[in-house]
Nanobody, 115 residues
């Protein structure tokens, strides 16, 4: 199965932008559906964005119009572009890969939105 490493988390000001990356190692990355999840302090983990192996995208309502998920199968990488960031976007963001009953999680990357 694949292994996932997230990067790109940072401290940014409200209204700013940030791009997260999730690099996968292993084989058959193109067969996996990929997702970004986040967990804020005191809150449950939630799905932020999802992209299927065929490129179909879904977003949670709170980020629609602001975030964009994409994948580059040639680079075995999935991205999350975050625009117009809000303080409530502060969380640890996790990358997820799924192919049938195979599920893999990354280690997470911290995003802090604060002035």
């Amino acid at each position: 199965q694949v292994q996932l490493v997230e990067s790109g988390g940072d401290l940014v000001q409200p209204g700013g932008s940030l791009r997260l990356s999730c690099a996968a190692s292993g084989s058959l990355f193109n067969m996996y559906a990929m997702g970004w999840y986040r967990q804020a302090p005191g809150k449950q983990r939630e799905l932020v964005a999802h992209i299927s192996s065929g490129g179909r995208r879904n977003y949670t309502d709170s980020v629609k119009g602001r975030f964009a998920i994409s994948r580059d199968n040639a680079k075995n990488t999935v991205y999350l572009l975050m625009n117009k960031l809000k303080s409530e976007d502060t969380a640890v963001y996790y990358c997820n890969a799924r192919w049938g009953d195979r599920v893999v999680w990354g280690q997470g990357t911290q995003v802090i939105v604060s002035s």
